[in-house]
Structures are given as structure tokens and as C-alpha cells.
């Protein structure tokens, strides 16, 4: 049941320092350095020379995060959408290996990727929720996130686990594959170990519903970010407009004043992601819709540079670029869920919308 929350939405919001504990509960190692990720055989990596990510909604942008940390750490890789994949996969050969994400294990669209790119040769896993789906049973391997079920339509405490486990994932086939660690790994695993506690924190703190309270009535909501901060502006607009009705865009930072620039005004507040990758820039941007007249909400943490000069501001708590985004996105969850609260929507069932998509 719901418990205390009125929806389970924010029931699954909240059971986020849990899920991630679990997710990386034996997996990590921060006293030995180690990702301790028993799944797979000891340098089971090691000839994988491209990674291709196939995955569809949230699980896209989960997915575009894993690939961004992979390319982060040397190793050559791609996320892309599963239902454009039968018509513009990257050349695959038997050292590709191919990562379905997925939360359910059945989305339609997931499994006829996965099976085209087993078909051709490449070595296939996927990341999911659910122990004995489709995808599980059909990959040649699976890491399990461990997430527990999630009832919301919206996936939110999925996102999270995925990310995490995909981060972790791309640490260890980096690693496989240049025969030591990666460079970051010393620093990220502690950071990881704490999160379940920088989560409790930022949820126990938020400002997010005020925030949807001041501006719950503009035309257009929009999100930007840079580095892996932009697959968390894209969730963060695909569970606004999911839940809310209302229409929001996530952008790349530095893409606004190619074009949705035009679209900026008053009426159209932009929530500005800060990483740490590159923040200077993205503030920059920030200013520039400022200046024509938008409210910019920074998501960063206390003491930024952007604190200051944004209109508003919801607090991270300081960690590593690889994990600031998660901590971004939990924020943005609780101003869509307060949003839509707010206007009154059927926040666990959106219109049109199936938890499982098991149709092309
Ligand atoms: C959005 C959402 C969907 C799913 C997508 C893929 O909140 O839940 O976008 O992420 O339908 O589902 P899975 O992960 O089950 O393959």
C-alpha cells in the first residue's frame, strides 16, 4: 500500500535512499577500491571494444547517463532510442557489447533491439528490475537493480537505481578493458556509499514544493543541464509533462541559444542543472533566458555561483559530477509530483499512459 504518502509516486520518491542502498549493497568496496560486481567473471570485459545502449523513455535518459560516464572513461559508446534501432543501428560486430535498459524486462520496443542485436552477433546484457522478464531471460547476461516494485506509472526510483548501476557497470568495463581501474573509481565509490544519506538529507530539505506553488501556473517549463546534467534535463521534462499535462522541454545547455531561445519568456521557467561539469557555461546560459525575463531555478548545491544569481534554488548536496545529477533529478521529481498535485492530476495513472509498453 501507499502508507503514509497520498500517492505512490512520492512513496517511491522517497524509498530512494533504500533502493539505492540496495542497489550497491555488496557491489562496492571503498576500503579495497574495488567495484565488487560478483555478476560477471573476472575480466569478463576485457574485449569489449563499443558499448551500445538501447533503452526507450526514462530508461533512455538512464541510459544516455551510463554512456556519457563510459565515454568519460575512455571507452567508446553510444545510447540509443530502442525503437529507432532497427532502422539506424551503429554497425555492431561480435566485440560490441549491447546494454538494454529496462525497468520492466518487457517493453516491446527494448526487445526487439536486444534480439536484432543478438541476431547480428553482439554480446548482449540488459539492466533491469524485474528477476525472470523477457529481456533477463534473453540477454546473455543481466544486472538486477534491485529497486523493488514500483507501482507509479512514472518511473522514478528506477531512474535512480539505473543510473547508479550503470555508472558502476561502465567503471567496471572500463576497467576490464585497460586492465586498471579507472581513474575516478577512488573517488567515486565513498561518494556512491554515501548517497543513501545525501538522499535522506535533500528529502528531508526540500524546497520543491514551494517552488511548484510559486510557479505552477506558467505556460512552458524548461530544463537544462550540460555533461550529465542533460539526460537529468530531459527526465526531469519527461516526468514534469508526464505528470503535470503541462508542457516542458529538456535541453543541452548550451543548445538554447540555437533555437528554443525563441520560446523564452516570463511565463517559462527554466530549471538550470549544475554538475560540476562545466558549470560556468551553463550559468552563462541560464543568464541568457534570465535576461529575457525567465525565472531561473538553479539546482546546485549551497554556496554556487549560482545560487546568487538565479531567482530561486533547490539544494543538492555536494558529491562528485557522476553522482550530482541523481541528487538533481531526485529534486525535479518532487516539483513535477507537487505540480501535478497541485493541478489536481491522477498522479499515479496519467492518461494514455501504460506502466509497461509491450506494443511497437
Ligand atoms: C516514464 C516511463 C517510461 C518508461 C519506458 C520504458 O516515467 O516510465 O518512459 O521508462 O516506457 O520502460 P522500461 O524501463 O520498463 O523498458
Same mark, same amino acid.
Given at each position: 500500500?501507499?502508507?503514509?504518502?497520498?500517492?505512490?509516486?512520492?512513496?517511491?520518491?522517497? !524509498?530512494?535512499?533504500?533502493?539505492?542502498?540496495?542497489? /550497491?549493497?555488496?557491489? %562496492?568496496?571503498?576500503?579495497?577500491?574495488?567495484?565488487? #560486481?560478483?555478476?560477471?567473471?573476472?575480466?569478463?570485459?576485457?574485449?569489449?571494444?563499443?558499448?551500445?545502449? %538501447? +533503452?526507450?523513455?526514462?530508461? @533512455?535518459?538512464?541510459?544516455? @547517463?551510463?554512456?556519457?560516464?563510459?565515454?568519460?572513461?575512455?571507452?567508446?559508446?553510444?545510447?540509443?532510442?530502442?525503437?529507432?534501432?532497427? &532502422?539506424?543501428?551503429?554497425?555492431?560486430?561480435?566485440?560490441?557489447?549491447?546494454?538494454?535498459?529496462?525497468?520492466?524486462?518487457?517493453?516491446?520496443?527494448? #526487445?526487439?533491439?536486444?534480439?536484432?542485436?543478438?541476431?547480428?552477433?553482439?554480446?548482449?546484457?540488459?539492466?533491469?528490475?524485474?528477476?525472470?522478464?523477457?529481456?533477463?531471460? !534473453?540477454?546473455?547476461?543481466?544486472?538486477?537493480?534491485?529497486?523493488?516494485?514500483?507501482?507509479?506509472?512514472?518511473?522514478?526510483?528506477?531512474?535512480?537505481?539505473?543510473? &547508479?548501476?550503470?555508472?558502476?557497470?561502465?567503471?567496471?568495463?572500463?576497467?576490464?578493458?585497460?586492465?586498471?581501474?579507472?581513474?575516478?573509481?577512488?573517488?567515486?565509490?565513498?561518494? #556512491? !556509499?554515501?548517497?543513501?544519506?545525501?538522499?535522506?538529507?535533500? #528529502?528531508?530539505?526540500?524546497?520543491?514544493?514551494? /517552488?511548484? $506553488?510559486?510557479?505552477?501556473?506558467?505556460?512552458? @517549463?524548461?530544463? =537544462?543541464?550540460?555533461?550529465?546534467?542533460?539526460? &537529468?534535463?530531459?527526465?526531469?521534462?519527461?516526468?514534469?509533462?508526464?505528470?503535470?499535462?503541462?508542457?516542458?522541454?529538456?535541453? +543541452?545547455?548550451?543548445?538554447?541559444?540555437?533555437?528554443?531561445?525563441?520560446? %523564452?519568456?516570463?511565463?517559462?521557467?527554466?530549471? +538550470? /542543472?549544475?554538475?560540476?561539469?562545466?558549470?560556468?557555461?551553463?550559468?552563462?546560459?541560464? $543568464?541568457?533566458?534570465?535576461?529575457?525575463?525567465?525565472?531561473?531555478?538553479? &539546482?546546485?548545491?549551497?554556496?554556487?555561483?549560482?545560487?546568487?544569481?538565479?531567482?530561486?534554488?533547490?539544494?543538492?548536496?555536494?558529491? !562528485?559530477?557522476?553522482?550530482?545529477?541523481?541528487?538533481?533529478?531526485?529534486?525535479?521529481?518532487?516539483?513535477?509530483?507537487?505540480?501535478?498535485?497541485?493541478?489536481?492530476?491522477? =498522479?499515479?495513472?496519467?492518461?494514455?499512459? +501504460?506502466?509497461? %509498453?509491450?506494443?511497437?
Amino acid at each position: 500500500g501507499k502508507g503514509e504518502y497520498d500517492h505512490f509516486m512520492l512513496k517511491e520518491i522517497n !524509498e530512494q535512499p533504500t533502493s539505492l542502498a540496495q542497489a /550497491i549493497e555488496g557491489r %562496492v568496496d571503498s576500503a579495497t577500491e574495488r567495484i565488487a #560486481l560478483s555478476d560477471f567473471e573476472p575480466d569478463t570485459f576485457e574485449d569489449v571494444d563499443s558499448v551500445q545502449f %538501447v +533503452a526507450c523513455g526514462t530508461s @533512455y535518459h538512464a541510459a544516455l @547517463y551510463g554512456s556519457l560516464t563510459l565515454n568519460q572513461a575512455g571507452v567508446q559508446s553510444t545510447a540509443l532510442l530502442a525503437n529507432e534501432y532497427s &532502422v539506424s543501428a551503429p554497425p555492431i560486430d561480435d566485440d560490441t557489447l549491447v546494454i538494454a535498459v529496462t525497468q520492466s524486462g518487457e517493453t516491446a520496443d527494448t #526487445l526487439t533491439a536486444l534480439r536484432r542485436a543478438d541476431a547480428e552477433g553482439a554480446r548482449t546484457l540488459t539492466v533491469t528490475n524485474v528477476v525472470g522478464s523477457t529481456a533477463a531471460r !534473453e540477454a546473455d547476461d543481466a544486472l538486477f537493480i534491485r529497486a523493488g516494485p514500483e507501482i507509479g506509472v512514472a518511473a522514478t526510483k528506477t531512474f535512480s537505481s539505473q543510473a &547508479v548501476m550503470l555508472t558502476l557497470l561502465g567503471q567496471r568495463i572500463a576497467g576490464d578493458l585497460q586492465g586498471e581501474p579507472p581513474a575516478d573509481l577512488k573517488s567515486l565509490l565513498p561518494e #556512491l !556509499e554515501s548517497m543513501p544519506g545525501r538522499l535522506d538529507d535533500l #528529502l528531508a530539505s526540500s524546497a520543491a514544493e514551494s /517552488i511548484a $506553488e510559486q510557479y505552477s501556473d506558467s505556460q512552458s @517549463y524548461f530544463f =537544462i543541464g550540460r555533461g550529465l546534467g542533460f539526460p &537529468v534535463a530531459l527526465e526531469g521534462a519527461l516526468k514534469f509533462k508526464e505528470i503535470t499535462y503541462e508542457h516542458a522541454e529538456g535541453f +543541452a545547455s548550451g543548445e538554447l541559444k540555437h533555437g528554443p531561445l525563441a520560446l %523564452v519568456t516570463p511565463e517559462t521557467p527554466v530549471f +538550470a /542543472i549544475f554538475t560540476g561539469q562545466e558549470d560556468e557555461k551553463t550559468l552563462k546560459n541560464a $543568464e541568457e533566458a534570465q535576461t529575457r525575463g525567465a525565472p531561473v531555478i538553479a &539546482v546546485c548545491p549551497d554556496g554556487h555561483p549560482a545560487v546568487k544569481a538565479a531567482d530561486e534554488h533547490l539544494s543538492i548536496p555536494e558529491t !562528485e559530477p557522476n553522482l550530482a545529477g541523481l541528487l538533481a533529478n531526485v529534486q525535479l521529481q518532487l516539483v513535477s509530483y507537487y505540480a501535478a498535485d497541485l493541478l489536481d492530476r491522477p =498522479i499515479d495513472k496519467p492518461r494514455n499512459l +501504460a506502466k509497461s %509498453v509491450t506494443v511497437e
